[in-house]
């Protein structure tokens, strides 16, 4: 068999052991790499996986048994720190950077750069939007599909948008 015959009979078989072992389907990325050599790779704590079409840019510190989901982005243009035990749903999006004022200023303005903070023992669910310049606590949950614009304290459970404490 070629060479271009074999990817397609190789993905093929991928798919069926990870329908059988997992139940699940997944993007050939994640089919072809592992999670946790990924987070190995980006300098990420000991235990903590993260999918091959996670989105990674700039400074982005994580910590120990975290887990990030696929379709994540994790913009650390302007610093990004999560702590340990944290779980990101898929596909969350976390930034420390945004463009408005340089769009609106014709491109006088730069980019608009802050960290984002999250702390350890954090869930972050499905599709939620951490804008930049956010600090979120220890022990914090963040509901499916929020948008968190500004700061949560520890031990809060926060949803909405713009998400408020519960």
């Not at 990030?68 to 650390?76: E, F, S, T």
């Amino acid at each position: 068999m070629d060479f271009r015959g074999a990817i397609p009979a190789l993905i093929t078989d991928l798919r069926r052991e990870m329908r059988e072992k997992f139940r699940r389907h997944v993007s050939v990325g994640d089919l072809l790499t592992d999670r946790w050599e990924i987070a190995r790779d980006y300098g990420f704590g000991e235990g903590t996986s993260c999918y091959d079409n996670v989105l990674i840019l700039g400074d982005v510190k994580v910590g120990k048994h975290c887990w990030i989901g696929p379709n994540v982005i994790l913009d650390g243009q302007g610093g990004l720190t999560i702590g340990d035990h944290c779980d990101i749903s898929a596909g969350a999006q976390i930034y420390t950077h945004d463009t408005v004022a340089r769009c609106l200023s014709g491109g006088r303005v730069g980019i608009g750069l802050a960290p984002v903070r999250i702390g350890s023992r954090v869930y972050i669910g499905p599709q939620c939007v951490i804008e930049k310049g956010v600090t979120i606590g220890n022990g914090v949950v963040i509901g499916a599909m929020s948008l968190v614009n500004r700061d949560i304290p520890s031990g809060a459970r926060a949803w909405g948008i713009p998400a408020t404490l519960k």
